[in-house]
Protein backbone atom coordinates (compact mmCIF):
# COMPACT_ATOMS: atom_id res chain seq x y z
CA UNK A 1 0.00 0.00 0.00
CA UNK A 2 1.18 3.19 -0.61
CA UNK A 3 2.04 5.56 2.09
CA UNK A 4 0.07 8.77 2.10
CA UNK A 5 1.68 11.87 2.21
CA UNK A 6 2.46 12.83 6.12
CA UNK A 7 1.01 15.94 6.04
CA UNK A 8 -2.46 15.19 4.71
CA UNK A 9 -2.71 12.94 7.66
CA UNK A 10 -4.59 13.64 11.36
CA UNK A 11 -2.41 12.02 14.35
CA UNK A 12 -5.38 10.11 14.49
CA UNK A 13 -4.79 8.42 11.11
CA UNK A 14 -1.30 8.58 11.79
CA UNK A 15 -1.75 6.10 14.56
CA UNK A 16 -4.18 3.57 12.21
CA UNK A 17 -0.75 3.47 9.66
CA UNK A 18 1.43 2.67 12.85
CA UNK A 19 -1.16 0.03 13.83
CA UNK A 20 -1.15 -0.87 10.33
CA UNK A 21 2.53 -1.38 10.33
CA UNK A 22 2.08 -4.01 13.50
CA UNK A 23 -0.71 -5.93 11.72
CA UNK A 24 1.50 -6.30 8.49
CA UNK A 25 4.26 -7.46 10.69
CA UNK A 26 2.11 -9.88 12.21
CA UNK A 27 1.20 -8.47 15.25
CA UNK A 28 -2.26 -9.55 15.44
CA UNK A 29 -2.77 -7.96 18.91
CA UNK A 30 0.28 -5.12 20.20
CA UNK A 31 0.95 -3.25 23.27
CA UNK A 32 0.26 0.47 23.64
CA UNK A 33 4.11 0.66 23.86
CA UNK A 34 5.02 -1.26 20.29
CA UNK A 35 2.08 1.56 18.80
CA UNK A 36 3.89 4.29 20.40
CA UNK A 37 7.01 3.35 18.43
CA UNK A 38 5.68 2.30 15.18
CA UNK A 39 3.58 5.69 15.10
CA UNK A 40 6.65 7.85 15.94
CA UNK A 41 8.53 6.08 13.29
CA UNK A 42 6.03 7.07 10.68
CA UNK A 43 6.49 10.58 11.87
CA UNK A 44 9.24 11.45 14.70
CA UNK A 45 8.44 15.31 14.18
CA UNK A 46 5.12 14.91 15.54
CA UNK A 47 5.57 12.09 17.90
CA UNK A 48 8.84 12.70 19.14
CA UNK A 49 10.22 13.60 22.51
CA UNK A 50 10.41 17.38 22.43
CA UNK A 51 14.16 18.11 21.55
CA UNK A 52 14.61 14.43 20.85
CA UNK A 53 12.28 14.19 18.07
CA UNK A 54 14.62 11.57 16.23
CA UNK A 55 16.11 9.51 19.36
CA UNK A 56 12.95 8.95 21.25
CA UNK A 57 9.24 8.37 20.85
CA UNK A 58 6.94 10.00 22.87
CA UNK A 59 4.81 7.75 24.93
CA UNK A 60 2.09 10.32 26.45
CA UNK A 61 1.61 12.19 22.89
CA UNK A 62 0.45 8.88 21.36
CA UNK A 63 -2.07 7.88 24.06
CA UNK A 64 -3.14 11.40 24.44
CA UNK A 65 -5.01 10.67 20.95
CA UNK A 66 -5.81 7.31 22.40
CA UNK A 67 -7.30 8.40 25.58
CA UNK A 68 -8.62 11.50 24.94
CA UNK A 69 -12.47 9.81 25.05
CA UNK A 70 -13.99 13.28 24.19
CA UNK A 71 -12.30 13.60 20.82
CA UNK A 72 -14.67 12.08 17.96
CA UNK A 73 -11.73 10.85 16.02
CA UNK A 74 -9.96 8.97 18.53
CA UNK A 75 -8.70 5.60 16.77
CA UNK A 76 -11.05 3.52 19.50
CA UNK A 77 -13.98 5.65 19.14
CA UNK A 78 -13.82 5.61 15.15
CA UNK A 79 -13.86 1.57 15.25
CA UNK A 80 -10.27 1.69 13.91
CA UNK A 81 -8.62 0.14 16.83
CA UNK A 82 -9.91 -2.49 19.30
CA UNK A 83 -8.61 -2.48 22.69
CA UNK A 84 -9.00 -6.06 23.67
CA UNK A 85 -7.88 -6.21 27.56
CA UNK A 86 -5.41 -3.85 30.18
CA UNK A 87 -2.69 -1.80 27.34
CA UNK A 88 -3.46 -4.21 24.80
CA UNK A 89 -4.82 -3.19 21.29
CA UNK A 90 -5.63 -5.07 17.95
CA UNK A 91 -6.37 -3.42 14.29
CA UNK A 92 -10.09 -3.75 12.87
CA UNK A 93 -11.73 -4.39 9.48
CA UNK A 94 -12.82 -0.94 10.20
CA UNK A 95 -8.93 -0.24 10.80
CA UNK A 96 -8.31 -1.84 7.57
CA UNK A 97 -10.87 0.02 5.18
CA UNK A 98 -9.88 3.11 6.43
CA UNK A 99 -6.38 2.53 6.02
CA UNK A 100 -6.42 1.35 2.22
CA UNK A 101 -8.95 4.37 1.84
CA UNK A 102 -6.46 7.12 2.54
CA UNK A 103 -3.36 4.98 0.83
CA UNK A 104 -5.53 5.27 -2.43
CA UNK A 105 -3.91 9.06 -2.12
CA UNK A 106 -0.32 8.09 -2.67
CA UNK A 107 2.61 10.55 -3.00
CA UNK A 108 2.42 10.20 -6.81
CA UNK A 109 -0.94 10.39 -6.64
CA UNK A 110 -1.79 7.56 -7.77
CA UNK A 111 -5.21 5.09 -6.96
CA UNK A 112 -4.80 1.64 -6.08
CA UNK A 113 -7.72 -1.16 -5.66
CA UNK A 114 -8.59 -1.59 -2.24
CA UNK A 115 -8.98 -5.36 -1.39
CA UNK A 116 -12.66 -6.44 -0.39
CA UNK A 117 -11.93 -8.70 2.53
CA UNK A 118 -11.96 -6.33 5.52
CA UNK A 119 -14.86 -4.64 3.56
CA UNK A 120 -16.54 -8.21 3.68
CA UNK A 121 -15.73 -8.40 7.13
CA UNK A 122 -17.18 -5.58 8.47
CA UNK A 123 -20.29 -5.40 7.00
CA UNK A 124 -20.84 -9.29 7.39
CA UNK A 125 -21.78 -9.20 11.04
CA UNK A 126 -24.58 -6.82 9.92
CA UNK A 127 -26.16 -8.33 7.26
CA UNK A 128 -25.70 -11.57 9.34
CA UNK A 129 -28.02 -9.98 12.31
CA UNK A 130 -31.10 -12.02 13.12
CA UNK A 131 -32.63 -8.80 13.63
CA UNK A 132 -31.98 -7.39 10.12
CA UNK A 133 -33.13 -10.99 9.18
CA UNK A 134 -36.22 -11.15 10.93
CA UNK A 135 -36.60 -7.21 9.16
CA UNK A 136 -36.57 -8.52 5.82
CA UNK A 137 -39.50 -10.87 6.24
CA UNK A 138 -41.30 -8.60 8.64
CA UNK A 139 -40.97 -4.96 8.45
CA UNK A 140 -42.48 -4.38 11.72
CA UNK A 141 -39.69 -5.98 13.26
CA UNK A 142 -37.68 -4.96 15.46
CA UNK A 143 -40.84 -3.56 17.46
CA UNK A 144 -38.67 -2.82 20.87
CA UNK A 145 -35.23 -0.82 21.28
CA UNK A 146 -33.85 -4.52 22.58
CA UNK A 147 -33.68 -5.64 19.37
CA UNK A 148 -32.54 -2.11 17.35
CA UNK A 149 -29.49 -2.67 20.14
CA UNK A 150 -28.70 -6.11 19.37
CA UNK A 151 -28.15 -4.87 15.46
CA UNK A 152 -25.97 -2.02 16.33
CA UNK A 153 -24.26 -4.11 18.81
CA UNK A 154 -24.33 -1.98 21.71
CA UNK A 155 -22.68 -3.44 25.18
CA UNK A 156 -23.94 -0.58 27.13
CA UNK A 157 -26.17 2.64 27.11
CA UNK A 158 -23.39 5.19 27.73
CA UNK A 159 -23.66 7.99 25.19
CA UNK A 160 -20.84 7.89 23.43
CA UNK A 161 -20.80 4.14 23.15
CA UNK A 162 -24.17 4.69 21.01
CA UNK A 163 -22.56 7.33 19.17
CA UNK A 164 -19.52 5.45 17.98
CA UNK A 165 -21.89 2.29 17.45
CA UNK A 166 -24.11 4.66 15.08
CA UNK A 167 -20.92 5.98 13.27
CA UNK A 168 -19.47 2.21 12.84
CA UNK A 169 -22.49 1.21 11.19
CA UNK A 170 -23.22 3.57 9.29
CA UNK A 171 -19.58 3.19 8.07
CA UNK A 172 -19.45 -0.67 7.27
CA UNK A 173 -22.32 -0.19 5.45
CA UNK A 174 -21.09 2.71 3.44
CA UNK A 175 -17.56 1.05 2.74
CA UNK A 176 -19.23 -1.62 1.06
CA UNK A 177 -21.83 0.37 -0.87
CA UNK A 178 -18.72 2.47 -2.29
CA UNK A 179 -16.26 -0.37 -2.72
CA UNK A 180 -18.90 -1.92 -5.34
CA UNK A 181 -19.14 1.33 -6.73
CA UNK A 182 -15.37 1.66 -7.50
CA UNK A 183 -15.03 -1.79 -8.76
CA UNK A 184 -18.27 -1.59 -10.75
CA UNK A 185 -19.87 -4.89 -9.13
CA UNK A 186 -23.03 -6.09 -7.52
CA UNK A 187 -21.79 -8.31 -4.90
CA UNK A 188 -18.89 -8.03 -2.03
CA UNK A 189 -16.73 -10.78 -1.00
CA UNK A 190 -14.08 -12.04 1.03
CA UNK A 191 -11.69 -12.22 -1.86
CA UNK A 192 -10.37 -15.32 -3.92
CA UNK A 193 -8.95 -17.33 -0.97
CA UNK A 194 -11.61 -16.29 1.14
CA UNK A 195 -13.92 -18.39 -0.31
CA UNK A 196 -17.34 -18.27 -2.02
CA UNK A 197 -19.71 -16.26 0.44
CA UNK A 198 -21.11 -12.80 -1.66
CA UNK A 199 -23.11 -10.23 0.06
CA UNK A 200 -25.19 -8.48 -2.68
CA UNK A 201 -25.41 -4.46 -3.38
CA UNK A 202 -29.27 -4.83 -2.75
CA UNK A 203 -28.56 -6.72 0.36
CA UNK A 204 -26.35 -3.52 1.61
CA UNK A 205 -28.88 -1.22 0.12
CA UNK A 206 -31.64 -3.16 1.90
CA UNK A 207 -28.81 -2.75 5.28
CA UNK A 208 -28.56 0.80 4.62
CA UNK A 209 -32.77 1.12 4.67
CA UNK A 210 -33.02 -1.43 7.94
CA UNK A 211 -29.95 1.43 9.34
CA UNK A 212 -32.51 4.43 8.62
CA UNK A 213 -35.28 2.87 9.34
CA UNK A 214 -34.03 2.01 13.21
CA UNK A 215 -32.80 5.82 13.48
CA UNK A 216 -36.28 6.76 12.42
CA UNK A 217 -38.03 4.23 14.31
CA UNK A 218 -36.10 4.45 17.95
CA UNK A 219 -35.32 8.35 17.95
CA UNK A 220 -36.36 9.22 20.85
CA UNK A 221 -34.52 6.50 22.48
CA UNK A 222 -31.52 7.33 20.82
CA UNK A 223 -31.77 10.89 21.73
CA UNK A 224 -32.54 9.94 25.40
CA UNK A 225 -29.78 7.85 25.79
CA UNK A 226 -27.21 10.51 24.28
CA UNK A 227 -28.46 13.30 26.32
CA UNK A 228 -28.23 11.26 29.27
CA UNK A 229 -25.24 11.86 32.06
CA UNK A 230 -22.08 9.87 31.17
Not at 10 to 15: G, H, K, N, P, V
Not at 26 to 43: H, I, M, P, Q, Y
Not at 71 to 89: A, C, M, S, V
Not at 136 to 157: D, H, I
Request: proline letters at 3%.
Amino acid sequence: MAKPATRALTAAQEILFGALDLDIAGKSEFSEWDLTVATWKRNPNRFGCRGYEDQYPDHKRVMMEIMGTTKKDNPIRRGWLEKIRTNTYRFTNLGQTEAERLGQLSDTGGKSRRSPQAIFEAVSPFYRNSVFRKHCKNKEEPRMWLGAASFLQLTNNKPQHLTDRLRGTKTAIQNALDWMAENQTDHVQRGVSGGSEAISRNSVLQLKAFYETIEDRFANQIKAIQQSKR
